[in-house]
């Protein structure tokens, strides 16, 4: 069986501004999945990156784009909070998922419904659920961030970077960031960075050598950074790659990491397991969601836009017009 909705499209997988707002279908929920209405979903890069044909879903996952979203579940098929209290209609979520997010409707496992911080709308929800989850999972589930370190996010004026910025000061981080604009490491000066370095200008390796090195980078880069982010690591220091916009081949420096006494991960949220994704979920919803509540840590919408855009929102994000999150608003009938 099968669930009709409209949803975007990508018509030509060749061309990745071919998204277009068309009639498709979608797998009925099985049990504990809530079918959730969709009102707005949150851009990310990763699905740009889908688009360009360079980041699939997982197997057995829609192809239909987007990876976090809010809405109002119309049927809860059994689905349950994580305090074990059932799920019902009409109940507003925010929304982690593997893909699918870009439509009227999605099937949510009920280990990636979230409520809406208190205080919140719908589409700001939409703005933080996967950067929340992962700068969580990475900066604490992984590295472990303690209070005192030094921590380095690169992308400071992205969503992970904005997000990332304000969750460290509230964790007791002292927070560097690099970016390739003023305008951009003004608004990371105003969330509470501390050290901000225009990469286009300076050596984030050197700037972060000065001051002691980091104890955790939270790179996006990826290859192209590999060595100079070795350079800019404190002793024990860890450093967690969650991107790949500088390239996937890079020539480690063995050498200079056991000197560092060095850590390296490399991690991803949209491959885990249904399981894996409800832990931090649960972690998430436990340890951000106050943070979002009592105002120590807010969204930053630089847009929102109809749904119908999507094409444009991605061309936006790509040309480093961003500043934060775009929104893509959903019609509702």
């Not at 004026?157 to 951009?184: H, N, W």
């Not at 409800?278 to 105002?295: C, Q």
């Amino acid at each position: 069986m099968s669930i009709t909705t409209n949803a975007i499209i990508q018509t030509d997988t060749e061309n990745p501004s071919s998204l277009a707002w068309q009639t498709t279908s979608i797998a009925d929920p099985q049990p504990g999945e809530a079918l959730v209405r969709i009102h707005y979903a949150g851009v990310n890069r990763a699905d740009t990156l889908q688009a360009q044909g360079h980041y699939p879903p997982p197997h057995g996952t829609t192809d239909i784009i987007g990876l976090e979203a809010a809405g109002v579940i119309e049927d809860p098929n059994g689905a349950t909070r994580p305090d074990g209290s059932p799920w019902h209609p009409g109940d507003e979520v925010a929304v982690l998922l593997s893909g699918g997010g870009y439509s009227e409707y999605a099937t949510v496992p009920e280990g990636q419904l979230l409520p809406i911080p208190a205080g919140y709308s719908l589409a700001e929800a939409a703005s933080v659920v996967e950067v929340a989850c992962t700068v969580w999972s990475n900066i604490m589930m992984t590295a472990h961030l303690r209070e005192g370190d030094t921590i380095l996010f690169h992308g400071g004026g992205g969503g992970i970077g904005i997000f990332g910025i304000q969750l460290a000061k509230a964790l007791g981080a002292t927070v560097a960031v690099t970016a390739g604009s003023e305008e951009k490491l003004h608004v990371c000066r105003r969330y509470g960075a501390d050290i901000l370095i225009n990469y286009k200008e300076e050596d984030f390796a050197e700037v972060l050598a000065a001051h002691g090195g980091a104890d955790v980078i939270l790179d996006i880069i990826g290859a192209k950074y590999l060595d100079r982010n070795i350079k800019a690591l404190a002793p024990d220091g860890h450093i967690v790659i969650i991107g790949m916009q500088g390239g996937v081949k890079g020539e480690l420096n063995i050498a200079k990491l056991l000197n560092k006494r060095g850590n390296i991960s490399a991690t991803g949220l949209r491959y885990r397991d249904n399981q894996d994704k409800a832990g931090i979920v649960a972690e998430t919803l436990h340890n951000v969601w106050p943070l979002l509540e009592n105002e120590q840590i807010t969204h930053h919408i630089d847009r929102i836009m109809p749904i119908a855009e999507a094409a444009a929102a991605h061309k936006a994000l790509l040309a480093g017009e961003v500043t934060g999150k775009i929104v893509l608003e959903l019609p509702q009938s």
